[in-house]
């Protein structure tokens, strides 16, 4: 274990610290680029309502070959004399544990200052991976990006830590990207701390040259990881719906900075609730396109899918369960709308709840001991949870008439949903410890929160200049950011897990 | 995009009003052919007399309801003036109860399915933007089960009554306005 890992961990351990400045960013944007048309059919004429076809296009997606898991770097020999001394002061119980652990702390704590340089590279390089890299981190919140001016600097580099150090670049990543007899990409990466003058991580990353966005991501996350001691999230994906016209959707899924998005399912009618099963190689959702709500299961590897609850009445709300095994969704086959839990072939359909006012909205607690729900069963609609195998609901909500969409944080400790207060929809964040409730974002037309992996970034669904966008706040709701997309209207996303 | 949303909602109606109109045709149709012989056989046996309107009803006129329907040509239903002819009930915000200005409107079409057991309906309920999709799902499926609880009420058999929400998928005015959100708090009765 090196010593960043343990300084982390240590910076982590100590719970409840402010993960993000007091200063809020601006609203950031950044493209969603157009779907590889390549990889779906094309659209075909719209008919009359029956006579309109689902198109379906599948994605593959692949496997992450082992060369994205990298390769570690030993410290560069100019750096080895600073890393010993460090690891004497770490023997020794060190101020310079304490002096990290301070930056991420202490009230009102600093984004950390990093400079990320031009990846030096020996050909040109299809995507520009530092600038991937300083978007990652900006957007996180946690990150301020210094500049490091417009040359690159080789992974191999002297560096001259008491220049950065006084440009305020308090850390530094360099790379390199050297082209291999066989046709690959080598991508060797190092990143320093300039205070301390020594190495916190390093690591080799093989590429065959069309994942070089998706290493610039792992790097990222190394990143995040060195130095906040929580794991990065910018190699997920996201899944989310978009409305292009009144009879043209597509579920699509993209990197978590909405890069490389690719269309799992276009259909002539809505889609809504989309969810990653818990090992990120299906999604559950429901689809119109039979002129009622059916929830179906699409494998993403294969394109294959197939109906979990097509019974009589709508079908919607599809929640996995955190063993992957089985779901909880809403029918209302027996009358109103009901949560039930079903398993994934189909059988022991369960019926949870008895109530004759609304139940809708089923998500587990990672833990899977609880279902989380929505109910107006008190008049408005608030969160009710209730054992995973049904019982007694309790309410979790209580400020104001009107709270729905819940979701429990994948650390358990977070309930974050849309509260309305006089006519605007926003989210807000139950501590679930304290019971603090905090909103945490500065739009009004709020739907559809989700985690990421890590709990502490929530994407949503909202609406700024009357089109439908995706908007990132942080979990303690100091960092926000925007998605924007070229067109359409985008809605309804889920963060997928954490990528393997 | 809100544009061509807006026209397919329009385009929608204009695809059912052509369906209604298509089911008026055959329905007069069927009615002039058959009336017909007797139109003709009472015109040309009352080709004397010009002055007295001859068509309606060859049987006594004082029966005054609908359900004189044999005799009448036109189905009440394609009736503009009709209260027929309004086939939505609305809602207010989160609220799944008919407004009480429509329930006259819900019960002209209960008297009219009593008195047609043919017909079947499908209920859409509807929901305005606001909230989220899964519970205005739910909210949908409640307005249109609500229409189909006082459809059932007048007599008619729930299974000619389907109901399906559309949530708030298909708003039938694209605006932000209290006006575009009250026209969208709605149920539809669609006849089959």
């Known amino acids: 274990m090196n010593r960043t890992e343990r300084i982390s961990r240590l910076a982590y351990n100590r719970g409840n610290m402010p993960l993000f400045p007091a200063d809020r960013d601006p609203p950031r944007s950044f493209r969603i680029s157009a779907s590889r048309s390549s990889s779906t059919p094309p659209q075909r004429p719209q008919g009359s309502l029956r006579a309109r076809q689902l198109i379906i296009a599948s994605v593959v997606l692949a496997r992450a070959p082992f060369s994205w898991l990298g390769r570690r770097l030993a410290p560069a020999p100019a750096q080895l004399a600073a890393a010993a001394l460090t690891m004497l002061g770490l023997l020794a119980g060190s101020p310079v544990r304490a002096q990290m652990t301070v930056e991420i702390t202490g009230v009102g704590s600093q984004q950390f200052p990093i400079a990320v340089a031009n990846f030096f590279s020996d050909s040109a390089l299809p995507e520009d991976m530092a600038a991937v890299i300083r978007a990652d981190l900006a957007r996180s919140g946690m990150f301020r990006i210094v500049e490091a001016g417009p040359n690159p600097i080789a992974e191999s580099a002297g560096v001259n830590f008491p220049d950065w150090k006084s440009r305020g670049a308090d850390t530094l990543a360099i790379a390199s990207a050297v082209r291999l007899a066989d046709n690959r990409t080598e991508i060797r990466y190092r990143l320093y701390d300039s205070v301390k003058g020594n190495q916190l991580d390093g690591l080799a990353y093989l590429s065959s040259g069309a994942d070089l966005r998706r290493i610039a991501h792992r790097i990222a996350d190394r990143i995040y990881e060195s130095l906040t001691g929580i794991k990065g999230v910018f190699s997920t994906r996201i899944a989310y719906v978009v409305q292009y016209s009144a009879s043209r959707y597509e579920l699509q899924i993209a990197d978590a900075d909405g890069a490389n998005p690719l269309t799992a399912l276009k259909s002539p009618e809505f889609i809504i609730s989309p969810t990653w099963s818990p090992d990120g190689n299906s999604l559950a959702y429901v689809s119109f396109e039979k002129h009622k709500t059916v929830v179906y299961l699409h494998n993403l590897a294969t394109g294959q899918r197939r109906a979990i609850a097509s019974f009589p009445g709508s079908n919607s709300g599809p929640a996995f369960s955190p063993d992957g095994r089985s779901m909880a969704l809403v029918l209302t086959r027996d009358g109103n709308s009901e949560i039930y839990t079903v398993g994934l072939d189909g059988g022991n359909l369960r019926r949870l709840t008895f109530d004759p006012s609304i139940d809708t909205e089923p998500v587990f607690s990672p833990d899977g001991a609880w279902i989380y729900f929505t109910s107006d069963r008190s008049g408005g609609p608030q969160i009710y949870r209730m054992p995973a195998a049904g019982g007694d609901a309790q309410r979790v909500t209580f400020q104001g008439d009107y709270n729905i969409s819940p979701r429990i944080s994948p650390d358990g400790k977070s309930l974050a949903f849309i509260a309305r207060r006089s006519d605007q929809f926003q989210v807000a964040v139950i501590d679930l410890a304290s019971e603090q409730q905090l909103t945490i974002t500065d739009t009004v037309r709020d739907e559809a929160p989700t985690f990421a992996p890590n709990s502490r970034l929530i994407l949503y669904a909202t609406e700024v200049g009357g089109r439908g966008i995706l908007a990132l706040a942080s979990t303690d709701g100091r960092a926000r950011a925007r998605l924007s997309g070229p067109n359409g209207d985008v809605r309804e996303p889920t963060w997928g897990p954490f990528s393997k | ?192």
């Open chain 2, 1 to 192: 995009m809100m544009l061509l949303s807006f026209n397919k909602g329009v385009s929608n109606v204009n695809t059912l009003r052509v369906a209604f109109l298509a089911v008026a045709v055959a329905f007069v149709a069927a009615g002039c052919s058959t009336t017909k012989l007797d139109d003709s056989a009472a015109a040309s046996s009352t080709k004397a007399a010009p002055a007295p309107a001859p068509a309606p009803t060859p049987a006594p006129a004082p029966v005054k309801q609908v359900d004189s329907t044999p005799a009448t040509p036109i189905d009440p239903l394609n009736d503009p003036k009709s209260i027929l002819a309004r086939r939505s009930v609305y809602f207010e915000f989160d609220r799944s109860s008919i407004n009480e200005t429509d329930i006259a409107v819900v019960e002209a079409h209960g008297r009219y399915l009593v008195d047609h057991s043919a017909r079947t309906v499908r209920i859409e309920g509807n929901c305005d933007e606001r909230g989220g999709r899964e519970y205005n799902l739910a909210l949908g499926q409640r307005r249109a089960d609500a229409v189909r609880e006082r459809l059932k009420v007048l007599g008619v058999s729930v299974s000619r009554v389907e109901t399906v929400s559309l949530g708030k998928e298909k708003p039938r005015n694209t605006g932000h306005t209290d006006a575009a959100w009250a026209e969208n708090r709605r149920a539809d009765i669609v006849y089959k």
